[in-house]
């Protein structure tokens, strides 16, 4: 029986592990180790065990095959990412998206070809073919 948590939100770990689970498509928790552990060492039990709580959180859904469990993912990535960005904006920045964009544009790290970019963006959203 499914129970989803109230949190939306993905703990460090657990982001890493739908990370993968996005990419792939999902998988059996062999399949997923598999791709885990090209990152960092990981034990099948620890493995098996945060899958579980992503699937209780409501992230995952899983099926038997043969017998094993096969887990998918029952958030899409855009949702996620939208989801955590309305969060991060409610949270860090009053509820301002422009705030949230002041400060990324800001960054120094930000290069002249991603403001490009996102001038591209936001004019493809405003209908403004002028650039």
């Known amino acids: 029986m499914r129970k989803k948590q109230d949190n939306p939100l993905l703990t460090e770990v657990e982001l890493e592990f739908m990370t993968v689970v996005w990419e792939t498509g999902g998988g059996t928790v062999r399949d997923i180790l598999a791709e885990l552990n090209k990152r960092q060492e990981r034990a099948y039990t620890s493995v098996a065990t945060v899958l579980k ?3 209780q959180k409501g992230f995952l859904t899983s099926e038997r095959a043969d017998r094993s469990l096969v887990y998918r993912p029952a958030v ?3 949702d996620y990412q939208k989801t955590t960005l309305k969060n ?3 949270k860090l920045f009053n509820g301002a998206p422009a705030a949230l ?26 209908g403004d073919d002028e650039r």
Request: proline share 3%; glycine share 0%; no cysteine.
């Open 53 to 55: 709580i992503m699937e």
């Open 76 to 78: 899409p990535k855009a």
């Open 88 to 90: 991060l904006s409610s």
């Open 101 to 126: 964009v002041a400060r990324l544009v800001d960054d120094e790290d930000v290069t002249d070809e991603m403001l490009v970019e996102i001038r591209a963006l936001l004019n493809e959203r405003l």
